[in-house]
Each structure stands twice: as structure tokens, then as C-alpha cells.
């Protein structure tokens, strides 16, 4: 079975950054998306960055761009997410996922992921 467990959350102020892993198991890496989606109460899950592992491209919501930065470490099973400059803005729940390369979709389509880690709260405070 594939798992997922996000930590690196917390409470920031903002302008402030933090760096989120999350580490994998049962999976190679090769060939699968690993994404990073957030969500805030009310609101629906969007996608904030996401890898694909056969390549290393990486993909960002355009809010974003500048600011975030997705990489793994093969050895380590893990994937990262560095949030710079954080604002009020980006607080919420963080989720890791994966997708086979082949499952359809694009990166940020929820739909299309087939497991979820447990998630990770972000709050950036004024």
C-alpha cells in the first residue's frame, strides 16, 4: 500500500518560509506525479506545485510562481516544498499526493490523484 506523510508545517508570520516533506513508501517514484495541493476551510482543494518524477519537471500555479519550490531526494523518498515569502494568504491544509504518469488529468486535477497523505497546516499570520 502507498503512503504518504506530510510534516514541515506550522505558524509563521509573513514574509516568512517554511519547508514541507513528505515522505513515500511503497511506490518507486519513476514514472508518477507527486503533487502538492492546499486547502482552506470553505474553499476547494487547489494545486500548488507538482513533480514529475520520470523527468523532474516541475509545475506551479501561477500564484506560485517566484515564491514556492518543488524537489525530491530519490534516496530519501521524499518530496519538498519550499514556501518563501509566505502570506496570509497561503494558509491552509497542504496535502502530498501521487498519480501514476498515466492515470489522465493534469497536474493540478484533484480528481486524478489516487492517494493522499494525512495533510499539514500552514498558518501565516500578519
Known amino acids: 500500500q502507498v503512503q504518504l506523510v506530510e510534516s514541515g508545517g506550522g505558524s509563521v508570520q509573513a514574509g516568512g518560509s517554511l519547508r514541507l516533506s513528505c515522505v513515500t513508501s511503497?511506490?518507486?517514484?519513476?514514472?508518477?506525479?507527486m503533487g502538492w495541493f492546499r486547502q482552506a476551510p470553505g474553499k476547494e482543494r487547489e494545486g500548488v506545485a507538482a513533480?514529475?518524477?520520470?523527468?523532474?519537471?516541475?509545475y506551479y500555479s501561477d500564484s506560485m510562481k517566484g515564491r514556492f519550490t518543488i524537489s525530491r531526494d530519490n534516496a530519501k523518498n521524499t518530496v519538498y516544498l519550499l514556501m518563501n515569502s509566505l502570506k496570509p494568504e497561503d494558509t491552509a491544509m497542504y496535502y502530498c499526493?501521487?498519480?501514476?504518469?498515466?492515470?489522465?488529468?493534469?497536474?493540478?486535477?484533484?480528481?486524478?490523484?489516487?492517494?493522499w497523505g494525512q495533510g499539514t497546516q500552514v498558518t501565516v499570520s500578519s
Open positions: 513533480i514529475y518524477t520520470g523527468t523532474g519537471s516541475a
Open positions: 499526493a501521487t498519480k501514476p504518469g498515466q492515470n489522465g488529468g493534469n497536474w493540478y486535477s484533484v480528481w486524478s490523484y489516487m492517494y
Open positions: 511503497g511506490l518507486s517514484y519513476r514514472g508518477y506525479y
